[in-house]
């Protein structure tokens, strides 16, 4: 009986933290409620037979799957969209009926309890603290892993009479570029030397005459010979 | 000389840490507290026996947890090493892996621990296993089933409705049940997707190892017997690595682990508590809507379970297994005739393809697959070799023991011999290994077939005639075998080259998974908006779902195989009516396919021209064969990608 009430008291702890609308606690405020759920369910489906806690556990983790997934099917089969607020809606009524059942079965005899050395909790707490370590050290890791660096170039069809030519940098350093446009062959725009920061786009504009068949934008890097590294080109879709 | 009463004890039957309830069935309708109506089973202490008493409560595996949390930091210092090409990479991956399983198994294997610290300790051990995963690449998904089954994930989170398209993997929206779950927790929490994955399937494998321990107990009537079986577990080929990525079977396998569970207990308690029918009705509804295999296969097993409950006199409880077997057929036949139609079509193409190969080795047409080498040419190194031979053939010698064993001490009872059966199939799976398809058939085969293998090695290993004569009981044995086992399974069932993070390798799934190909999928949802008709090679068709949200045109969703446009060093006729029909607007092309072979044998498709026989790359000629040409634009370069338009020309 007193499980049963702590668990309501956490499912509504975790619906105020999800109230509060911060991303940082939203987060573990879904895990507790959805936790909570299991843990309802589990003790209304096996309320006295299965009194082993990890046997209870396994019971309550599958019936969290079987909830959200047969729910989610259940939402969508009445129409209803797979939101936040649906969702909420369901676990709250799944916890408001599945307390409502707990709460009147005629509690039985307390499971025997075993306590604990604290020597066990401060094993359990260094081996999560390795765990959290080995984990910021995959994440390092993977941050700082040497990158192929490259640049994109875009040419985008024509808008208005005109053309924007695009390049990202994503070479790992600012960069500066040199950028040629040509229409029908002829130079019609240039930038000898755009730098561009690492991360960051830049476009530039290019106006067409009345009358082409094809423009083409090269890019090189101004510190190479000028041998473009990257080319587009697009064709006049109204010629005949 | 022999502690008191050890004579004795010698030849009695095992004696479990814990007493295995013996549940009666309820009197008229009430239910009893059998924690009343059963005695806990007379047992010396450890001091009579002469053995030190057993450990505090968690001391001992809250100690294991210690090494493992050691361990996974060496694991996550071999990727980063990796990273860099370090040559010290993959032996401290190996260290790691070692220090991972090894003192859990020995944990298990030896007779002290209490059944509660065996469960603790197995969920600690497919936890550790699931973090090596998970760790690889912390930030990212970048499996291929992975990527697919996020962009399943995407759709229900961005539209709010279940069943959209998904032309890479058809199946994958009919059969949500993993993606419901994950998008619960992202609209809820506003957990990132990756993370919410991360959660899901970490929780699966938590109930996975609960499961199996639970089932492995209920059928040997030892704990000890279930914590070395669902450590036996981790030696499938497919556990670490494919088994933990964020798909469909990775939550279906353990709720069908849990199904057979509670059809076990259910069976032996009958009506008593009618709430754990509802539990395994639900489950039964779950698998049939999460993954179509695992469901296909748990029906298997539970006609077959039940058809030996039948047969079998003096197992009457066990004929309640009937029930959910027709309750689980009725749901796959439901769920394939009214949502998942095109679902037999999709599973039987792999299985076709696999008896056809096999058909040809057989007929000596086709060259056996020669064994640990890639499809470009590349050997597996000489360790992973015998570590692999070695664990077949420890799966190999052991079934039969385990037999055996099981046989002389047990009764005939159905669930034991349904669990025997896969058990004894096993060498059959290994001939589909010499076929490139059917060793994919054999590797996805062999995870449902371990639930019986680890069961009867087990038996054989905790219960077999070693634990007379080698010293502590065969300790040292059954740990051995197990760590071995599952190391082994490591090496067969997940290639050298994607087991470690490293620079970009041509179509190698996981390696070729770069910030290259992901920003040009970006750019192209950005700049061209979703739902593009686009063809690509197999990688870059991938990122161009998950990320691009694009149309891919293939043959599975489009009949039409383009391969050959690729390919094909002339932009002419052919080609032209090959994309004209898959009404193709976008063409991407990827300059390193020409750079170096295929990694898993295809820059495409299996059935494209050459596939699993190349011997020279795709010529640099017939991919920059549309540069320039007239009325093709090429609106896209990054150096490596090019992307064209191709509206002119196929007017897509």
């Known amino acids: ?240 | 000389m022999s502690p008191p009463g050890a004579s004795v004890l010698k030849d009695a039957p095992p004696v479990m840490d814990e007493p295995i309830r013996s549940v009666t069935p309820a009197a008229s309708g009430i239910v009893p507290d059998f924690r009343a109506s059963v005695p806990p089973l007379a047992r010396p202490s450890g001091s009579e026996l002469g053995r030190p008493a057993t450990p505090a409560l968690g001391l001992g595996v809250a100690s294991v947890a210690v090494i493992t949390g050691a361990a996974l930091c060496l694991v996550a210092a071999a990727y980063s090493l990796a990273r860099w090409g370090s040559p010290f990479a993959m032996p401290l991956y190996w260290l790691g892996i070692a220090e991972i399983v090894a003192p859990i198994v020995v944990y298990l294997a030896s007779s002290s621990p209490r059944r509660r610290d065996r469960l603790m300790a197995v969920a600690l051990l497919y936890l550790a296993l699931f973090a090596v995963k998970a760790l690889q690449n912390p930030l990212e998904l970048t499996y291929f089933d992975e990527l697919l089954h996020w962009r399943t994930a995407l759709d229900i989170i961005e539209s709010g409705r279940l069943f959209e398209e998904n032309s890479l993997l058809p199946a994958s929206p009919l059969f949500p049940g993993l993606e419901i779950v994950t998008s619960a927790l992202v609209n809820l929490g506003e957990i990132p997707l990756h993370l919410a994955g991360l959660i899901v399937v970490g929780a699966a494998r938590v109930l996975f190892a609960l499961s199996l321990f639970l089932l492995f107990e209920l059928a040997s009537r030892s704990a000890r017997v279930a914590g070395v079986a669902v450590a036996l577990y981790a030696g499938n080929p497919n556990f670490v690595y494919f088994g933990s990525q964020f798909a469909y079977e990775s939550l279906a396998l353990p709720l069908a682990a849990f199904a057979l569970y509670l059809t076990a207990r259910t069976a032996q308690e009958r009506f008593a508590n009618p709430r754990l029918w509802i539990a395994l009705i639900g489950t039964l509804a779950c698998v049939t809507v999460t993954h179509h295999v695992t469901s296909y296969v748990l029906l298997l097993f539970l006609i077959f379970w039940s058809t030996l409950a039948l047969v079998i006199p003096g197992a009457p409880r066990q004929r309640l297994v009937l029930v959910p077997t027709v309750l689980l057929a009725g749901f796959v036949v439901f769920w394939a005739a009214m949502v998942a139609t095109t679902t037999p079509e999709y599973v039987a193409a792999p299985v076709t393809r696999g008896v056809q190969d096999l058909a040809r080795l057989v007929g000596g047409e086709a060259p056996p697959r020669e064994l640990f080498r890639s499809a470009s040419g590349e050997s597996a190194p000489l360790f992973d070799q015998a570590l692999g031979y070695l664990s077949v053939l420890l799966v190999v010698l052991g079934i039969p023991v385990g037999a055996w064993t099981l046989w002389r001490r047990e009764s005939p009872d159905a669930l034991r011999l349904a669990l025997t059966a896969p058990a004894l199939a096993y060498p059959v799976t290994l001939v589909l290994r010499f076929v490139s398809v059917g060793s994919e058939l054999a590797s996805r085969t062999v995870a449902f077939l371990y639930v019986g293998i680890a069961f009867v090695l087990a038996v054989g290993l905790v219960w077999g005639p070693w634990r007379r004569w080698a010293r502590g009981g065969g300790k040292a044995v059954t740990a051995g075998w197990v760590v071995a086992i599952i190391a082994g399974g490591i090496v067969v069932g997940w290639p050298n080259w994607g087991r470690l993070p490293g620079p970009y390798l041509v179509s190698a799934d996981t390696r070729s998974i770069e910030a290259e190909g992901r920003a040009a999928a970006e750019w192209t949802r950005e700049t061209l908006g979703p739902h593009n008709r686009l063809a690509a090679d197999r990688i870059n068709r991938l990122l161009q779902t998950a990320y691009g949200d694009q149309r891919i045109v293939h043959g599975l969703a489009d009949g039409v195989e383009l391969a050959p446009v690729f390919q094909s060093e002339e932009f002419g006729a052919r080609e032209i009516e090959l994309l004209r029909r898959g009404r193709v607007r976008y063409l991407l092309v990827d300059r390193r396919l020409s750079t170096a072979l295929p990694v898993l044998g295809m820059y495409f498709d299996p059935t494209e021209p050459g596939a699993f026989g190349y011997v020279q790359p795709i010529s640099r000629t017939a991919l920059d064969k549309l540069d320039g040409l007239f009325g093709i634009d090429k609106i896209y370069d990054s150096g490596n990608i090019a992307i064209y338009d191709l509206q002119l020309v196929t007017g897509g």
Not at chain 1, 15 to 44: F, R, Y
């Open chain 1, 1 to 240: 009986m007193v499980r049963v009430w702590l668990t309501l008291a956490l499912m509504a702890t975790s619906l105020l933290l999800l109230a509060q609308g911060m991303p940082v606690v939203s987060g573990p405020a879904a895990l507790l409620m959805v936790a909570a759920m299991g843990a309802l369910l589990g003790s209304v489906i096996v309320p006295l037979r299965l009194p082993e806690r990890w046997e209870r556990a396994a019971v309550s983790l599958a019936l969290v799957f079987v909830a959200l997934v047969l729910g989610g099917l259940a939402l969508s089969t009445a129409g209803l969209l797979l939101n936040g607020r649906n969702w909420l809606g369901l676990i709250v009524l799944i916890v408001a009926v599945c307390g409502v059942i707990a709460l009147r079965e005629r509690a039985g005899p307390a499971a025997r309890q075993r306590s604990i050395p604290g020597g066990v909790w401060l094993l359990a707490g260094l081996a999560a603290t390795q765990a959290a370590v080995a984990a910021g050290l995959s994440v390092a890791g993977a941050l700082t892993a040497p990158q192929t660096p490259f640049t994109q170039l875009t040419l985008s069809q024509p808008v208005g009479g005109a053309v924007i030519v695009g390049l990202t940098n994503h070479e790992g350093s600012d960069e500066t570029y040199a950028v040629v446009v040509r229409v029908d062959g002829a130079e019609t725009a240039s930038w000898p030397a755009v730098t561009v920061p690492r991360g960051e786009r830049w476009t530039g504009r290019v106006t067409l005459p009345s009358t082409w068949q094809n423009v083409t934008a090269q890019v090189s890097r101004s510190r190479e010979a000028a041998v473009p590294s990257l080319q587009t080109t697009i064709w006049n879709r109204n010629l005949e």
